[in-house]
């Protein structure tokens, strides 16, 4: 029987799992889109991974991260519940030795994270302005009639790019328009919109930080080839992609269960049978002082499996007696 580990990144735009080995083999992966249910693209990703299973293993560990850690790690009962930036943190290091730099890119938000002999050191975020994540250059593919697998492509065989605005995502939909009136060809507006988006990136989180190389790109972006060529001439050195860039979080979730399960043997994996579960998540909110606190409850097959979001503790402290009263 050969041993796993799981790792989920639940997003707000895609949910990832991963199953790995002892040996750092990924058996299984699955990218499947969130779409405002993480419930069900948790239990989605649980079915897609099983089927791809192939002889006997035993889950020792179990990690969550992403938007949706919390909520995933209640449903499949994680060991390990960690933020993005130390999931992809530990992914990138297991990647490229002595990793400095890391991009990630991913449906609605983007992120710079810098290392320091291999321990994180600074990162920023941009979780408001979509120019440049996955989605705004989604709706850019489709305005322009090609597939976003194209988009990249295309623009690497632009041989007269245009300057196109990207500081903010209206502002570029718009002056893209207007390079379209203006007759200009599609590839070289698409490789001045990889630009500009690149630009946009690095100024609003790369100013004023050392960007030092090896410099690591994932995320769903990381498979666009033109803006890939475009952070390459910014910075004027190479950007690896990982060759599972699109799922890196689940990566780092496998490889943060397996240190756990080093250390404890036993998991608090619910198995994948849980797939199969009906899940009912409740919201209150309690008056019983002034900080109005929003309970959250989660539900499985009628019974309450846990709550949270009480600054108290007074009523996920109460869950193990109420599940007595219910059973």
Known sequence: MENCYLG??????????????????????VYTATQGKPIDAVKRGLKEISGQIKGDIQVKGVATTGSGRHLASMIVGAD???????????????????????????????????????IISDFAMNTV???GTGSFLDRQAARLGIDI???GQQALTSKNPVRVAGRCAVFAESDMIHKQQLGHNQEDIIKGLCDALVRNFLNNLGKGKDLAGPIVFQGG?????????????ALN???????????????GCCLLAKEHAAKKNNTNFQG???????????????EDCSNLCEVVEIIRDGILMSRWGDKCGKWSNQVKSDVEKLA
Do not use: W
């Open 80 to 118: 390990v519940v960690k933020n993005e930036i130390t999931a992809h943190g530990i992914a990138a290091l297991n990647f490229v030795k002595g990793v400095r730099t890391i991009f990630e890119i991913g449906g609605q938000d983007s992120k710079i994270i810098l290392l320091k002999d291999g």
């Open 149 to 151: 697998s194209e988009f």
């Open 272 to 286: 994948f049978e849980i797939m199969n579960s009906g899940y009912e998540v409740r919201g209150m909110e309690c």
């Open 129 to 131: 302005c979509a120019a």
């Open 8 to 29: 989920i990144d639940v997003g707000s735009v895609s949910t990832n799992v991963v199953l790995m080995n002892d040996q750092n083999k990924i058996l299984g992966k």
């Open 237 to 251: 050195q190479e950007i690896f992609v990982p060759p599972h860039h699109e799922v890196m979080g689940a990566i």
């Open 221 to 233: 972006v990381a498979a666009n080839a033109g803006i890939k060529k475009s952070f390459e001439e």
